[in-house]
């Protein structure tokens, strides 16, 4: 099997493996599972997924424990599976890496639509412009995206952003000093308008942020709010 069809759970109830097992299945991926943390995030270390289902309360290591070890090593996709009560938890999820989260209970088609989704922009991002000899690079005064490589440079230096964070940061510098509004990004960019939580727009775009103004504070000057309004990525003619 084709890595890229690769998907990893990891939940601790086997009645949720089960379900998310068959119903990803059926739209032909295949599914490896692990029903704690430990056995989880060495199966996400030893292989190469597509993306991973990761349950946020977890034996022996939570959720939150797995995703901060595995953004140490990998960019995979992540998406969090969350109880209702645990909101805090789920912007600290965002902070360590994760690229989206679905509330329990879930509908297994929602989770089907949002695995799609998030692949099709991981996919869409990383393939462009594969067949042609033209090098798919943005370049601004702080910021250079090279889309070839997938790769983001601040004043020099690389950024280490998950597949979220660059895609996010590449639909913002496509369309230098327009103003988007949470809801526009979150269909551009996440792909999906039933299901998305604004918050999830305003975390990313908080995690851009600092990794790049860790790098260069010009750099992350770059990612403006609009107050009121959304954001845009703004380019100044210093």
């Known amino acids: 099997m084709d890595e890229l069809n690769k998907i990893l759970v990891i939940e601790d109830e086997e009645r949720i493996r089960r379900l998310l097992k068959m119903y990803l299945e059926r ?15 060495q199966l996400a270390m030893d292989n190469d997924y597509s993306l991973i289902l990761l349950d946020l309360m977890l034996p022996k290591k939570d959720g ?30 965002f902070e360590v890496g994760t690229d989206d989260y679905i509330v329990k209970p879930f509908s297994p088609r929602e989770v089907v639509l949002r695995v799609k989704a998030l692949l099709r922009r ?21 910021i ?22 660059y895609e996010l940061l590449l639909f913002l510098a496509s369309s230098p000093d327009k103003v988007f509004d949470r809801e526009q990004l979150l269909k551009e960019v996440w792909q999906y308008e039933f299901f998305g939580d604004l918050r999830t727009v305003d975390t990313h775009v908080k ?11 010009g750099a992350g000057k770059m990612i403006l709010t609009v107050w009121g309004v959304g954001y845009k990525f703004e380019v100044t003619d210093e």
Not at 64 to 85: D, N, Q, S, Y
Not at 122 to 142: C, G, I, P, R
């Open 122 to 142: 991981s996919a869409t991002t990383s393939l462009t412009n594969v067949s042609t000899t033209t090098k798919d690079v943005l370049e601004f005064e702080h």
């Open 64 to 93: 939150i424990e797995v995703c901060k070890a595995l953004r140490t090593k990998k960019t995979t996709p992540i998406i969090m599976l969350t109880a209702k009560g645990e909101e805090a938890n789920r912007v600290e999820g």
């Open 27 to 41: 739209e032909g991926y295949a599914i490896d599972e692990a029903s704690d943390g430990d056995k989880g995030l």
């Open 144 to 165: 250079v995206i090279d889309n070839d490589a997938h790769r983001v440079l601040a004043d020099g230096q690389e950024v280490n952003l998950t597949p979220k964070e």
């Open 207 to 217: 995690r851009l942020r600092e990794k790049l103004n860790k790098v260069s504070e």
